[in-house]
């Protein structure tokens, strides 16, 4: 139980290292005077949110796709 508690940290960890990164893609896009779509941001999103829900059903099934086993 404790190793499928440890393995959503380390999702959640991903998934908002994910979100920071495409925010911050978004932000630089928009300093740099670059018009970006709106239904192109929320295409982005949506690319992200299935992303973070695979890894968090494949982490609750334990068919671990992605490991972390670093040893």
């Known amino acids: 139980m404790a190793t499928i508690a440890v393995n959503i940290l380390w999702v959640l ?3 908002v290292i994910l979100c ?3 925010y911050l893609a978004f932000w ?3 300093q740099m005077s670059v018009p970006v779509p709106e239904i192109a941001k929320r295409a982005v ?3 992200v949110l299935l992303i973070a829900l695979i890894f968090l059903i494949t982490t609750l099934t334990g ?3 992605h490991s972390f086993n670093w040893k």
Request: charge should be negative.
């Open 20 to 22: 920071m990164v495409v």
């Open 63 to 65: 068919t671990n796709i």
């Open 13 to 15: 960890v991903a998934v």
């Open 45 to 47: 999103w949506i690319i």
């Open 28 to 30: 630089v896009l928009e």
